[in-house]
Structure formats: structure tokens, C-alpha cells
């Protein structure tokens, strides 16, 4: 696709439900990271795969978050037993990165889901 | 632990005024400083990515500077426009991922 693309736009959750939130990443983009954005605050790294692999996860805030991307294209990340501080906008970034690690190269964001737990 | 911290929070400004929006990161072994553009309800679009090695880039009406050695990086905003409204962030690579700043909310006005 042109862009990274994320759905839904929007979710609303009661406590205690599990979301899943989906990224769609630029094709060929090697390279996908999740992040976590409270309202006023700046996004806050979550998760980062390389391909299919999943090469740092420290960002998670708990066991309830889980994040796959079996294929290594599509990405889900998924929140268990939500509660009221998931409530943020996720978002999605890809990079062609295609080494382990490279200095230059920019990432692609998503428009992001909203999560909001009631 | 990195802590990136941007000033001021907000700002408001006629439109035509040049502006510097200031960034300050704590560790200094960083890879990459850059500079991003949030609409509300948007993603992040890159603005500007500075090398370690160098000192500043240029696009457009842009500049972004980058001082490793104190800890600092500045974008400049020529001849601001209401379009230039948003938020910019910063964030420094450090490792393999980007920590970023908070953020500072821009307005422009007619």
C-alpha cells in the first residue's frame, strides 16, 4: 500500500474485554514498531520486529500486552483484560531497515487507534 | 535512561514570525536526532533526521540543528505559516528504537 495502515480507527472497550489492533506496514518494509501515545504525551516505544521476529519487547508495560507479526508483514498487537490506563492512541511504524541496525533510514507512522477503556 | 525534553509546550504565533522550537536529550550516545509533524488525529511525518556526525539539515523553510556535546537540538521555523500548525516532536535513536519528546504545540495565526 501507499502508506502504513492501521484499524480500527477507533475502539471502544469496556474494562476487562481484549482488543486486538491491526498494522499493515508499507510492503517490503522489513522493519515495524509499536508505539504508545497517552493525550499530551509523546509516543513511547513499545515493541520493534525485524521481519517475523520479535527483536525487543521492553517496552510493553505488561503481560497483558502481546504483539505478533507471524508472516512478517502484517502486525496485531493485542491487549488482554484491558483496563483504563491502555487508554491511548497506538501507533504503527515501518522502516525498510533491512540490517540490524542502520542510522539514516526514516520511519513511515500510521494514523493510529484511538483506545479508549471505559 | 534517555529522557528527551522539549520546549516550550505550546506556542502561538502571528503568522510570518521565525521560530525556534528547543530540544534537549540527557544521554548524549545517540545515532540519529529527528524531527516530526503530528496533525491531530494523524501520524507522525518525518521532518528531519540529523546524523550524529552532523551539525544541522535543511528543508524548505526548516532547519534543524543538532549540538551532541550539550545535549541540544533546535528547529527553526522561517516565515511561519497558519499550515505550520501542529505539534513537532523530536525524538533521538538511541539503540534500535526512537525515545521522543513530548512535544510542543504550534499555532499559527492569520
Known amino acids: 500500500g501507499a502508506g502504513v495502515s492501521q484499524s480500527p480507527r477507533y475502539k471502544v472497550a469496556k474494562r476487562g474485554q481484549d482488543v486486538a489492533l491491526r498494522c499493515d506496514p508499507i510492503?517490503?518494509?522489513?522493519?515495524l514498531f509499536w508505539y504508545q501515545q497517552a493525550l499530551g504525551q509523546g509516543p513511547e516505544f513499545l515493541t520493534y520486529?525485524?521481519?517475523?521476529?520479535?527483536?525487543?519487547k521492553s517496552g510493553l508495560p505488561s503481560d497483558r500486552f502481546f504483539a505478533e507479526r507471524p508472516e512478517g508483514s502484517v502486525s496485531t498487537l493485542k491487549i488482554q483484560r484491558t483496563q483504563q490506563e491502555d487508554s491511548a492512541v497506538y501507533l504503527c511504524?515501518?522502516?525498510?531497515?533491512?540490517?540490524?541496525?542502520?542510522?539514516?533510514?526514516?520511519?513511515?507512522f500510521g494514523s493510529g487507534t484511538q483506545l479508549s477503556v471505559l | 535512561k534517555q529522557e528527551v525534553t522539549q520546549i516550550p509546550a505550546a506556542l502561538s504565533v502571528p503568522e510570518g514570525e521565525n521560530l525556534v522550537l528547543n530540544c534537549s536529550f540527557t544521554?548524549?550516545?545517540?545515532?540519529?536526532l529527528q524531527w516530526f509533524r503530528q496533525d491531530p488525529g494523524k501520524g507522525l511525518t518525518s521532518l528531519l533526521l540529523?546524523?550524529?556526525?552532523?551539525r544541522e539539515q535543511t528543508s524548505g523553510r526548516l532547519n534543524a540543528s543538532l549540538d551532541k556535546s550539550s545535549g541540544r537540538s533546535t528547529l527553526y521555523i522561517a516565515a511561519s505559516q497558519p499550515g505550520d500548525s501542529a505539534t513537532y516532536l523530536c525524538?533521538?535513536?538511541?539503540?534500535?528504537?526512537?525515545?521522543f519528546g513530548t512535544g510542543t504545540r504550534l499555532q499559527v495565526f492569520p
Open positions: 511504524a515501518s522502516s525498510i531497515r533491512d540490517t540490524a541496525f542502520s542510522t539514516n533510514e526514516k520511519l513511515f
Open positions: 540529523i546524523q550524529s556526525s552532523q
Open positions: 520486529f525485524q521481519n517475523e521476529a520479535q527483536l525487543d
Open positions: 510492503s517490503g518494509h522489513v522493519s
Open positions: 525524538a533521538s535513536l538511541n539503540t534500535d528504537k526512537l525515545i
Open positions: 544521554d548524549s550516545a545517540i545515532y540519529n
